[in-house]
């Protein structure tokens, strides 16, 4: 599985908490847009997210992040910096 | 989409708030009576929102020295810090400040914002990273925006995350700054610095510290939560503000860091805005100097504060995790909250409302700040204002038995 699809799958999972009855993922989601995140679930889905992976994410990224495909290539690439 | 679309949704927010009659964001005290009472809407109205922690902005010494300088040095200095705006007052407020904190210098600016945000913005810059406490305040984000750095935040008052963060940086932890605040203005919950400062020294970072609501509240000499924690030698900066305790307006930083007396240089929001003015200067010092000499204030404070966080408590409200000078009751619905606001300041209680973004959580509040100078049936009545709001969860109690029996 490449690092993209991994980190993809992470936040899948990590969005099920936040998910109304009915409404379905996919990478083109918008985070506020489409699912209605406030900026609170926002910071408790990436604290999730952290978690998971034992990365910080830093907060002056987050603006430019509106999807699930922006999100799971922002971790892709700050895991790789990690590793 | 417009320039000027995005205000659509204030002005629906505005609409909701004003349906009561007066907009609860920047209600007029039509005349300020005491440190705590005030005519607001036409009615003598008991003011339990004001930071007034020491019940100063009345007090005889303040006024005087502030009258005086007004006579003798004018109404402004019409200039920045750095060109013609610092006169003896402003320097000797320094080395007094200075004095104080038991610090080796002190930096005087026109506004806590002012203050905060300027240190926060020059001590770190690209490069470097500010690991800042997610509840900080505006000041706090607005100084990480304007520096440059990485910003970090951690979940609010939780150690182990902070830690975890600590961790993630590696060699980066040398440029880094922790920020957190001596006591959250929101909630009024204490910073767990012993555990903070101890993290700060072990992995080598630099720690700053907001006392603004801490400062003449905690400590034995009135330093802060610094001082009250014993923990003021792991603080490189600590910032605050003399619009709470010292009943003026300005803020300030102090340290042992040598740097400090560069950032006088270099901190925008320092050298482009015209300095403190004269009467204010003079005021806060006399203030300072009574925060100093007459520590009963801060002991009457805590009483005050002790008897309305447990009378509220008692009408079983949620309240903030602990007792102190902020007292902030939760409510869950946001029509509530501005409905409940309305109700007090008809009996005669003006408390703030907080509500979302502001607020740490989805819920409102209604918060309150007590001073010293409140007196004991004051708290009485603000106590008996909330009791008498719909949502009281006493009452609820009350009327369900009654109904019952």
Redo the contacts between chains.
Sequence with gaps: MSAYQECLSIIYEALEAFLQPGQVLSEDSALVADLGLSSLQVMELVADIEDKLDITIPLNVLPDVRNVRELAQLLAGLRGAKS | VSLLQKFAAYADIRSDLQTHGILPFGVVTERILSPTEGIVNGRKTILAGTNNYLGLTFDTACIEAAQQALEQEGTGTTGSRMANGTYAGHAALEQELAQFFGRDSALVFTTGFLATMGMVSTLAGRGDVLLID?DCHASIYDG?RLSGA????F?HNDVA?LE??LR??GERVANTLIVVEGLYSMLGDQAPLPAVAALKEQYGAYLLVDEAHSMGVLGERGRGLAEAAGVEEAVDFTVGTFSKSLGSVGGFCVSDRAELELIRLMARSYIFTASPTPSVVASTRKALELVRGRPELREQLWRNARQLYGGLSAQGFTLGPEAGPVVAVFVEDRTAAIAGWHQLLEQGVYVNLVM??ATP??ASLLRCSMSAAHSSEQIDRIIAAFAALPFCPARNVARQEGGAG
């Design positions: 997610a990480c990485e910003i970090v935040r979940r995350d975890k963060r993630r940086l979302p973004p959580s989805n």
